[in-house]
């Protein structure tokens, strides 16, 4: 008698493990519906325009505004795409992007750095007010060390770039510095960021030195 009474107890607890793996499975089919149909709404539902997002939560470019500091509170709400920055922009910032090729244009990553150029912030420029920096004695020797450190970070590693990257910017600063005056800065106003660059604009400024050298 008391085996049977096992066996049975037993099969009541097989059946009532039964039914409970049978509820997880149905519970687990109902979510991966439930997932199913979000995922396709989500796909359904169109994209914000980041250009009406960035119209919204920034406004124009102004004369006083830090044009780095702008351009950082753009990528935090606009995904950083060239297309919605454009209407923001007014001024110089304006002209540099509208100068650009279309196919540049539409690379968020190269307006940035033509705007940042054509305003005197790029790297290449960081580096000339390095050197040129100079120690005032009347103003706070801390705010002095913070201004050249900013310069310094500015130049080497704005970007976050690789160390052979952060060799390279001191390889076309020393060369930079190595041209001649009309050299310099006919290369300089191309703001070179790779030594083959640097290279291509040194060859352009010779190739226009010579051409105006043979014009009669």
Request: proline share 6%.
């Amino acid at each position: 008698h008391a085996r049977r009474a096992l066996l049975q107890r037993l099969t009541e607890v097989s059946i009532h493990q039964q039914q409970i793996v049978e509820h997880l499975a149905t519970r687990q089919g109902e979510t991966e519906q439930g997932l199913a149909a979000l995922q396709a709404a989500a796909q359904r539902a169109p994209l914000a325009d980041p250009r009406v997002q960035a119209a919204k939560l920034l406004p124009k470019l102004t004369p006083n505004d830090d044009i780095e500091a702008f351009l950082q509170i753009f990528e935090n709400i606009a995904t950083a795409e060239a297309r919605a920055l454009a209407p923001r922009l007014t001024g110089e910032a304006q002209r540099a992007y509208f100068s650009l090729p279309a196919v540049t244009a539409e690379r968020y990553t190269d307006v940035k750095r033509e705007i940042l150029g054509r305003l005197g912030l790029s790297p290449v420029c960081a580096a000339q007010y390095f050197f040129e920096w100079e120690y005032k004695p009347r103003l706070p020797a801390r705010a002095q060390v913070a201004e050249l450190s900013g310069l310094a970070h500015h130049w080497l590693l704005e970007g976050g770039p690789t160390a052979e990257q952060v060799e390279e910017r001191v390889v076309i600063n020393r060369l930079l510095r190595a041209l001649p005056r009309s050299h310099r800065q006919a290369v300089g106003m191309r703001n070179p960021s790779t030594t083959l660059e640097l290279v291509e604009a040194i060859e352009l400024a010779a190739q226009q030195r010579d051409a105006g050298e043979r014009v009669p």
